[in-house]
């Protein structure tokens, strides 16, 4: 109940492209959704977060949506530019459990 | 501000041998949280630290301990080290922990075990 699956394991986009990012969870009691970039060489930074209340959230080329009914959420990039070439994490938590529960990770390459 | 600072940077070590990983979090920030990331298996979360005290705890054997100090820096250490601790080990902190706040991370401790 306390995994987040995350898919792909791997993307590779052409420039100017939409990725696409998928996470389910199971546990009903997470109410915060964040997702991650790490570069190669540097440790993980936040790049976009969403609670329940809403079911879309827009930062420039990102957007996450949100399913609460179907426990899933997703990161969409719009664009897509060789230097969002990363890899992408996302990761649920609730107040009570002090810690992140994370993803297994998406390696996208973006192709010029 | 200064970011998170994790020393040493890179290390190799022996089977058997322990190690001592050192992390310095942001100005303020009292809660430290600690990874290990492998290829494939994605951030797995070691403990957490919040004011001195171990706040949460991942599932890894006992030879991985840490402990934070009044300054809110913290040292993880794992002991009678194994081919399979050969990780890249990140810290993170915040300011009040990691469920609703953004953790910010440093760059990472990469361990070798020969």
């Known amino acids: 109940q306390q995994q987040v699956k995350q898919s792909p394991q791997s993307l590779i986009v052409q420039k100017g492209g939409i990725s696409i990012i998928n996470c389910a969870y199971e546990n009903t009691a997470f109410d915060y959704f964040p997702w991650y970039q790490q570069f190669p060489g540097k440790g993980p930074a936040l790049l976009i977060a969403?609670?329940?209340d809403v079911s879309e959230k827009k930062e420039g080329r990102f957007t996450i949506s949100f399913n609460k009914s179907a426990k899933q959420f997703s990161l969409h990039i719009m664009d897509s530019q060789p230097g969002d070439s990363a890899t992408y994490f996302c990761a649920a938590s609730n107040y009570s459990n002090y810690q992140l529960i994370w993803g297994a990770g998406t390696k996208l390459i973006i192709k010029p | 501000k200064a970011g998170v600072t994790q020393t040493p940077r890179y290390l190799i070590k022996t089977r058997g041998q322990q190690v001592t990983l050192s992390c310095s979090p942001i100005?303020?920030?009292?809660?430290v949280s600690w990874y290990q990331q492998t290829p494939g298996q994605g951030l797995q979360f070691l403990f957490e630290?919040?004011?001195?005290?171990?706040?949460n705890k991942g599932n890894f054997p006992g030879r991985f301990s840490g402990r934070q100090f009044s300054n809110s820096r913290s040292e993880m250490n794992v002991s009678t080290l194994e081919l399979g601790d050969s990780a890249l080990y990140l810290c993170a902190s915040s300011f009040w922990g990691s469920s609703y706040n953004e953790q910010f991370f440093g760059p990472g401790t990469r361990l070798t075990v020969l």
């Open positions: 100005s303020g920030h009292r809660s």
């Open positions: 969403i609670r329940p």
């Open positions: 630290y919040f004011s001195e005290t171990q706040r």
